[in-house]
């Protein structure tokens, strides 16, 4: 029997990860979530929707229909690459701009509902695995099971850090802490679909596990679940 597996947590801390490495180990489709509220952010930020940090909700909403997110599989990463409008833009996505400005976007209630609308149809026929903040209380609050991924901030920062200074961009450890934290207070703290532990949700710390062990660990519970 397939399910549905919905990965929830904080900011960078390696849910896509894990969530890629368990999808291509049991043969199920991978959704990053996040990628798309990147695209959105990345849209409203080339058409200058956002000034300073600030944005007309109307003038976003007024766009909605104007973008167009779709996913193809990229066998070199084995994951699918995001496209705005037909662009890929699976690089630009991850960019520290966008990563200032994506908690702001993903506040707006339409927003979420043209998101959630695009998730369920992905996972509508299970065998999915999909992360981000909301899939666990919200999109599919029926998935067989949920985990919900923490790090130590610390741990975390240095991961992303790592990640980012490996694609060629440069930050400091202070900038890249500064924008996790104020992502998760923004996250947990919005009003539509906040990020919250769902209450069927096994918690795992991968403060100190390695790759490995995280998928050992979310493996033996799909055994228990699929069987
Ligand atoms: O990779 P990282 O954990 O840094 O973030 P992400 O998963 O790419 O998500 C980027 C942002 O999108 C989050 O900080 C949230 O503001 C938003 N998001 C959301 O609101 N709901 C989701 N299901 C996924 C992401």
Redesign the pocket.
Known sequence: MRITIAI??????G??TLAKALAAKIGYAYV???????AVTLYCMRNKLIHEGSFDTAEVLAHLENINLSFKYNPATKSSDTFLNGENVERE??KMEV?AQ??R???VKEV?DK?CAI?RRLGKDKGVVM?????GTH?FPDAELKIFMTADPEVRTQR?LDELTAKGTHVSFDEVRKN?DQ??H??TH?KE?P?RQANDAIVLDNSELSKEEQLEFVLKLVKQRDS
């Open positions: 929830d947590g904080y900011s960078a801390c849910k896509s990053d979530s996040g990628a798309m509220y990147r996505i991850r990563s994506v908690s976007i993903s506040v979420r998101m998730q992360d981000g903040r909301d899939i999109i992303r996790l992502r998760d923004e996250d919005r679909s990020l």
